[in-house]
């Protein structure tokens, strides 16, 4: 079992920054990707960025490639995701996402551990 525990979300104008950060418990954290997926009123989830287990692939929505940046800290067991130059668009709740799976995965239903969402607004 993994616990996810997300933080960091908040109001925030056009152009501007927030850093998301995810806190893991329960499982080693060094074995499992960790994934970001958002999802908006009234759209499905969608992923976001992906990370493996020792950080060193790392692969992005187009959407967000450029602007945001996954990363984590096996020793904190902490994975975060900082979004720059923030748009309109970004606005949803965040989550983070945990798997046991050995590669790393863009679709929602490879991953079995999720937390409980953080929202993030970006006003125009």
Do not use: H
């Amino acid at each position: 079992q993994v616990q996810l525990v997300e933080s960091g979300g908040g109001l925030v104008q056009a152009g501007g920054s927030l850093t998301l950060s995810c806190a893991a418990s329960g499982r080693t954290f060094s074995s499992v990707t960790m994934g970001w997926f958002r999802q908006a009123p009234g759209k499905e989830r969608e992923f976001v960025a992906t990370i493996s287990r020792s950080g060193s692939i790392i692969y992005y929505a187009d959407s967000v490639k450029g602007r945001f940046t996954i990363s984590r800290d096996n020793a904190k067991n902490t994975v975060w995701l900082q979004m720059n130059n923030m748009k309109p668009e970004d606005t949803a709740v965040y989550y983070c996402a945990a798997t046991s799976r050995p590669n790393i995965y863009m679709k929602s239903l490879e991953y079995d551990y999720w937390g409980q969402g953080t929202q993030v607004t970006v006003s125009s």
